[in-house]
Nanobody
Framework: QVHLVESGGGLVQAGGSLRLSCAASGRAFWTYAMGWFRQAPGKEREFVAALSRSGGTTNLANSVKGRFTISRDNAKNTVYLQMNSLKPEDTAIYYC????????????????????WGQGTQVTVSS
């Protein structure tokens, strides 16, 4: 069992930055690949970014490439999402998720691949 808690959301003006954190507790954090998803009102949950167990492999949605960065600190059991140059269309609830990774380079993309989810943190970008 893994328990995930997101933090760092808030209200920011377009062009601004936020850093989301996801603190994990429970089973060995290092055995899980991690991901960030977001869900805007009336829309499906969508993939934002993913990171392998080792942190050596990252994947970003095209809509956030060049603006967002995902990283992890296994010593602190924490994964981060640095969000720069924020746009109003980035407004959503952001969720952290964990999927078991059999290999150090393993990562997951689909919602149904993830085993554990946080409660979400609201990000609102004003124009």
């Amino acid at each position: 069992q893994v328990h995930l808690v997101e933090s760092g959301g808030g209200l920011v003006q377009a062009g601004g930055s936020l850093r989301l954190s996801c603190a994990a507790s429970g089973r060995a954090f290092w055995t899980y690949a991690m991901g960030w998803f977001r869900q805007a009102p009336g829309k499906e949950r969508e993939f934002v970014a993913a990171l392998s167990r080792s942190g050596g492999t990252t994947n970003l949605a095209n809509s956030v490439k060049g603006r967002f960065t995902i990283s992890r600190d296994n010593a602190k059991n924490t994964v981060y999402l640095q969000m720069n140059s924020l746009k109003p269309e980035d407004t959503a609830i952001y969720y952290c998720a964990a999927c078991f990774g059999p290999f150090s380079s393993s990562w997951c993309r689909r919602v149904d691949e993830y085993d554990y989810w946080g409660q979400g943190t609201q990000v609102t970008v004003s124009s």
